[in-house]
């Protein structure tokens, strides 16, 4: 089972009105718990040690065959932007540029870059995950507002790597 058919799940779960919902494989076990009211989701995963290397392995597999078709889609945004990096979200989630309300934002327009620089973080399932820099360079532009739903390979930040 990939992220897109756990995704599924969840959203048909969340829309047929049901509470809870266990669904058990040979490999894993997914328990998904929502509210009353169907706006929040809990998902937990439990996956068996001696399965675990079968899903390592087939994920890859999945993330190369999405980002294939991808790259035809950015070439001609490319064409427009050539002398720039796109930094592209690695995953579904919510794209954040500060790492809480009340503190400054990771990078702004003009800003001077490293690699391994943190440029916003992306929470997915209640989890937040930094988003590094594989470029230096300056940010030319921010693509995403913040607090912005993204999606896998969406286009974040544009940076100039000169």
Same mark, same amino acid.
Do not use: W
């Given at each position: 089972?990939?992220i897109r058919e756990i995704q599924? =799940? ?5 829309? #047929?009105?049901? /509470? +809870?919902?266990? =669904? ?9 718990? @929502? /509210? ?7 998902? @937990?995963? $439990? ?5 675990? &290397?079968?899903?390592? $392995?087939?994920?890859?597999? %999945?993330? &190369? ?8 889609? &950015?070439?001609?945004?490319?064409? *427009?932007?050539?002398?720039?990096? @796109?930094?592209? #979200?690695?995953?579904?989630? @919510? ?11 990771? $990078?702004?327009?003009?800003?001077t870059i490293g690699k391994g ?9 209640? =989890?937040?995950? +930094?988003?590094?820099? +594989? ?7 921010? =693509? %995403? ?5 993204? +999606?896998?390979d969406q286009p974040l930040f544009? %940076? *100039?790597?000169?």
């Amino acid at each position: 089972m990939d992220i897109r058919e756990i995704q599924n =799940l969840i959203k048909f779960v969340a829309k #047929s009105g049901a /509470t +809870e919902v266990k =669904l058990e494989m040979d490999d894993f076990k997914i328990t998904i718990k @929502t /509210t009353a009211e169907g706006t929040e989701s809990t998902t @937990t995963y $439990v996956q068996h040690m001696p399965m675990a &290397a079968a899903p390592q $392995v087939a994920a890859p597999q %999945v993330v &190369a065959n999405a980002a294939a078709p991808a790259a035809p889609a &950015a070439a001609p945004a490319a064409d *427009d932007n050539s002398k720039y990096v @796109t930094v592209k #979200s690695p995953i579904i989630g @919510t794209f954040y540029r500060k790492p809480a309300p009340d503190k400054p934002m990771f $990078v702004e327009v003009g800003s001077t870059i490293g690699k391994g620089d943190v440029l916003c973080v992306i929470e997915a399932m209640k =989890l937040f995950n +930094e988003i590094e820099s +594989e470029v230096s360079g300056k940010i030319v532009k921010v =693509l %995403v507002d913040d607090a912005s739903p993204v +999606e896998f390979d969406q286009p974040l930040f544009l %940076v *100039d790597p000169s």
